[in-house]
């Protein structure tokens, strides 16, 4: 603001003292501490109050001090703020000018309203800053953390809204005065006004601030796209809102005379409304059907779709342009019935139809108005809910905002507004603080500025040695404020100090901080543990003649990912030095299964003694490794034979089978011979083998083939068929444990009417 004559004429603060300065303009305007003030009485004494000061003043906008007080008295008297609220409007700009502020608005008009003067000069001075920060030439949208962060300060800096009511109030005066001087408004502020203020006004559900603050920035920030829209609009403001009080009243009447109770709301789309829409579904305004809208409340759903059946009778529908998400809600819960109606001069008119219930529910709810709005114009495919402050906002929205707009609105007389600070914040478990760069800091109430710097970044934390608040240098354990701006004191190197840890100096209050502290410390103290675990290493290596040996190669070696890994392990004594004597010893080189078959027979070992407990035998070899080839898959009496195999031990095959024959001819030194054990046949083990039918195709047959097994007391544990023209082949895997006791089986199946020929495959 300008300065100047802050005083009224004929004031001298200088002369008369800063005591007799505040006696002085309490006489002069007629006032004394004890005085009443409440209602249209303190609203008529507070302008009396403000006029001599703000008068001749000026803002920096070129706008008068006093104009300004009296078109934000005219918003809140617009929105049904009680005149005490009224009042405070002309104290926030005359304390000014005031020495000392507080002191002479407690005296005139109570502890209570210096209170709120208080607390909004305050945010004033918060907000100034953070608009500061945002620019004035970048025109994209602000990062939405940092959008966030302003909105819960705006909301979290005073115990009552009452102080964002009054600036709501004040922001839209300002943007109306320079729509009405036609000066160009800074972009800075239009967009602060779109992206933090039009979103708070829309939150607290003051919609009709809400809209007009949208619309004016929109035309600061976007003036011909907001011109090209005013010019495709056929009515004109008024003319559309005369037009959809027609409709609302018609349609009341209507629904009236059906005899259902409804309530019939309705207003115009406003030309920031309209764009959204179309940026946000790609539509034209031709296709933006809600320019004029109409919402239907009733008790009950049947109730919503009589309402809709009597709309559908009062005017024509358009087709495509009805969805029931009554019976289809949306994914966020959102409820509704949706139509698109032409009047009698063909102009479309969207409806809505819900209940009081779901109405509660799109206004407060996960898919409150609000969030829809707020979604962007990429929003349109859902909403996410936006955690524990969007959800106490709604909850609050609907009790405080009445409590605050009914203030004192039944009461004869006053004294003040009560006490602000009676009741908790709604968001005392944060404050927020500003860097020097004017970026908005997050904090838990209490917090220092050791939690501030962490926040920042970990290093800075760990370096951090002093803070300046507001300039002036502060212990570190000082708990800060919101609206505070902090600069940090970092050395160049160095870490943190263990009195932070202790929670009785208070350094430290946020949990993530703590952590930091504690990792900090924990580091240091595996660093330790790992230099000591190396020197014990280090110390066995020497002793051993092994100190050319590769650190992370002895580590892989024991099953550690790298050599700190072990140095670990070994400095926390879990691991022993004797594990690590015992990799560094040579190991006995174990034979080869060719060499140890090799030497086998050339000792001229006899055949295998029957009655070792084996199922297959190899001639002095009792241990070695035997497998059964799965080529002919032989079975106890079977003739077989066994092939060396390279890593895997003994293949045993049957004597007749093509594949033993070929690899005898190409290796005959690898053919070794093999018999069954005396036990195989007693422990009853099941072998499985090969059978194969060939047989004319007919129906029945592969269920008569497999009854004749099943006679037979022999288990099918697989089957293949394969068929060319009349003729099949089957092939069954057959589990058995002997051979022999395959012959009458295979004998039965050969007398399956159809079957040609049945054998071991």
């Known amino acids: 603001m300008k ?40 609203l008529a004494k507070a302008r009396v109050f403000a006029e001599p000061l703000l008068a001749t003043q000026r803002f920096d906008t070129g706008e008068g001090a006093l104009s300004h007080a009296d078109g934000v ?26 020495t000392p502020p507080d002191e002479v608005i407690a005296r005139a008009f109570g502890e209570a309203e210096a209170q709120l003067v208080g607390a909004t000069r305050r945010l004033v001075q918060v907000q100034r800053s953070a608009r500061d920060a945002l620019g004035d030439e970048a025109d994209g949208p602000l990062p939405a953390e940092q959008i966030e962060r302003i909105r819960k300060m705006l909301l979290a800096f005073s115990r009552d809204l009452r102080v964002v009511l009054l600036r709501l109030a004040s922001r839209l005066q300002t943007l109306r005065y320079y729509a009405e001087s036609k000066q160009e408004c800074p972009r800075a502020l239009a967009r602060e006004s779109m992206q933090v203020f039009a979103p708070l006004a829309n939150r607290l559900g003051i919609w009709q601030i809400k809209w007009e603050l949208e619309d004016l920035s929109f035309r600061f920030l976007q003036p011909d796209t907001y011109r090209s829209i005013a010019r495709q609009l056929q009515d004109k403001r008024l003319e559309r809102e005369r037009l959809v009080e027609a409709a609302r009243q ?12 409804a309530q019939v709301q309705g207003r115009p789309k406003h030309l920031y409304s309209i764009w959204k829409k179309m940026q946000g579904k790609n539509l034209s305004i031709d296709q933006v059907f809600d320019q004029q809208a109409l919402r239907v409340i009733v008790d009950d759903v049947p109730s919503c779709y009589a309402a809709l059946s009597r709309v559908h009778e009062l005017w024509h529908p358009m087709a495509d342009e009805f969805s029931d998400y009554i019976a289809r809600p949306k994914p966020n819960g959102y409820q509704s019935l949706h139509t698109v109606v032409q009047d009698d001069a063909g102009r479309p008119i969207e409806i809505q139809v819900r209940t009081q219930d779901m109405h509660d529910h799109a206004e407060s709810g996960v898919a409150a108005h609000w969030a829809y709005k707020e979604a962007g114009t990429k929003g349109y495919a859902g909403v996410q809910a936006a955690g524990d402050f969007e959800s106490r906002v709604a909850e609050a929205r609907k009790t405080v905002l009445r409590q605050l707009l009914a203030w004192e609105r039944d009461l004869a007389s006053s004294d003040g507004l009560g006490a602000a600070g009676d009741s908790p914040g709604l968001f005392d478990d944060r404050i927020y603080i500003f860097t020097p760069e004017g970026a908005i800091i997050d904090l838990p109430t209490g917090a220092t500025p050791v939690d501030f710097a962490y926040v920042l970044h970990t290093n800075l934390g760990h370096r951090c040695r002093g803070a300046r608040v507001d300039g002036v240098m502060v212990p ?39 952590a930091k502290v504690r990792s900090w410390f924990n580091a240091l103290a595996l660093q330790a543990t790992i230099a000591k675990g190396r020197e014990a290493v280090e110390k066995l290596l020497q002793r051993a003649g092994k100190t050319a040996l590769k650190l992370d ?37 174990a034979l080869d299964v060719d060499q140890l078959v090799a030497q086998r027979i050339n000792r001229g070992d006899s055949a295998p003694a029957p009655g070792d407990g084996k199922g297959v035998l190899v001639v002095g070899m009792d241990s070695l490794l035997t497998q059964l080839a799965r080529c002919c898959k032989p079975a106890p009496g079977d003739a077989i034979g066994g092939y060396v195999t390279r890593g895997k031990g003994v293949a045993v095959h049957r004597s007749d089978c093509s594949n033993l024959r070929q690899m005898a001819g190409r290796h005959p ?11 195989a046949s007693e422990k009853a083990q ?3 083998v090969d059978v194969l039918v060939e047989a004319h195709d007919r129906p029945g047959l592969l269920r008569d083939v497999c009854d004749a097994f099943a006679q037979g007391k022999t288990h099918v544990s697989a089957m293949q068929s394969q068929c060319v023209r009349d003729r099949v082949t089957i092939t069954l895997t057959v589990q058995t444990t002997e051979t022999s006791r395959l012959a009458p089986v295979i004998a039965r199946a050969t007398q399956v009417p159809g079957v040609i020929k049945v054998r071991r495959k």
């Not at 670990?568 to 879990?574: A, H, M």
């Not at 030194?669 to 036990?679: F, K, L, N, S």
């Open 553 to 589: 190669d002895l580590a892989s070696q024991l099953g550690f990912r790298s050599a700190d890994d072990l140095f670990e392990v070994v400095g926390k004594d879990e691991f022993s030095l004797r594990n690590i004597e015992a990799v560094l010893k040579p190991a006995e080189p």
């Open 250 to 261: 018609r349609l009341a009447a209507a629904l009236h005379e059906a005899g259902l109770s």
């Open 3 to 42: 300065t100047g004559s802050l005083q009224p004429e004929g004031f001298d603060p200088a002369r008369e003292g800063t005591a007799s300065g505040a006696s002085a303009i309490l006489e002069w305007a007629d006032l004394s501490p004890g005085a009443p003030g409440a209602g249209q009485d303190m």
């Open 476 to 514: 570190l354990n000082t708990p800060l404020s919101s609206g505070q701006t902090v600069e940090i004191v970092a050395a160049k190197e160095g870490g943190p100090s263990r009195d932070w840890l202790n929670a009785e100096l208070g350094y430290v209050r946020s949990p993530r901080a703590r």
């Open 73 to 98: 008295v005219q918003i809140l008297r617009g929105i049904g703020a009680p005149p005490g609220l009224q009042a405070a409007a002309y104290l926030v700009y005359a304390s000014e000018y005031l």
């Open 686 to 688: 099941n072998y499985a």
């Open 669 to 679: 030194e690898r053919v070794i011979p093999v018999a069954w054990g005396r036990q």
